[in-house]
């Protein structure tokens, strides 16, 4: 155990803002969804959040969550982000996985415009028709998740407050040389990470453990790790 001090923070004693630095430096690395989606109006956007994983797999279940920001009525700029606008108006969005030959881009449609604005041009991004749903697909990414929403769950309407949004995926892109009979190789797929502040991290270093079956497995791996040098 380590000799180092604990700090013990309450949340109530604390103001929200400092809690969600410390908060995007404990949960890490985060993915990040880049959704894509269009207003019923046909204005494409597209943005990253990094709250999101995967729920379950029958049927394929995602989720992200969108903040609540403060309004800025002078830039065009309500409590909520044209992301969750479009999922409500359209319920359809496109998650693009973010990889390290897009995160320049990603970071660039990351800023915050008013709604008119088309972040797939202002990025540089290629934006290509889904198969299913009629949000678009960002042609440069490794791979996409079309998804139709299955509910809007609201967590909090206060400033740093967040919806939960959850779709179902409905159809899947993969760039065949990452695919092998449904494994997807993370050296090629060269996945990007989320961090605090303006940090972010390469998943191309990793290492594999195997996981014990039952009680009598985890015992003899738990004495191995011990005789292990440098352990």
């Not at 403060?70 to 700029?77: A, D, I, N, V």
């Not at 996985?97 to 320049?104: C, L, N, W």
């Not at 740093?160 to 159809?171: D, F, K, S, T």
């Amino acid at each position: 155990m380590s000799d180092e001090k604990i700090l013990h923070i309450r949340p109530e004693e604390h103001s929200a803002k400092d809690i969600y630095k410390m908060m995007i430096g404990l949960v890490v690395p985060r993915p990040i969804a880049f959704v894509s989606t269009v207003s019923k109006a046909g204005v494409r956007n597209v943005a990253p959040f990094s709250f999101y994983n995967a729920i379950c797999a029958a049927p394929p279940i995602v989720c992200f969550a969108t903040g609540v920001r403060t309004p800025k009525p002078e830039e065009g700029l309500t409590a909520y982000k044209d992301t969750l606008g479009n999922i409500w108006e359209t319920k359809e969005f496109v998650i693009n996985v973010v990889t390290e030959d897009i995160a320049e881009a990603m970071n660039v449609a990351a800023a915050e415009v008013p709604p008119e604005i088309d972040e797939f041009e202002m990025a540089g991004l290629t934006a290509i028709p889904g198969e299913v749903v009629k949000a678009p697909r960002v042609a440069e990414a490794r791979a996409q998740m079309e998804c139709r929403l299955q509910q809007i769950l609201p967590i909090s309407d206060r400033a740093q407050g967040a919806l939960l949004v959850i779709g179902e995926v409905v159809c899947f892109h993969v760039r065949e040389d990452l695919f092998d009979n449904f494994r997807i190789d993370p050296k090629k797929l060269r996945a990007v990470g989320r961090m605090a502040g303006n940090g972010y991290v390469r998943t191309r270093d990793y290492f594999e453990l195997v996981r014990p079956h039952n009680e009598a497995e985890a015992r003899a791996e738990l004495a191995r790790e011990k005789l292990s040098p440098g352990k």
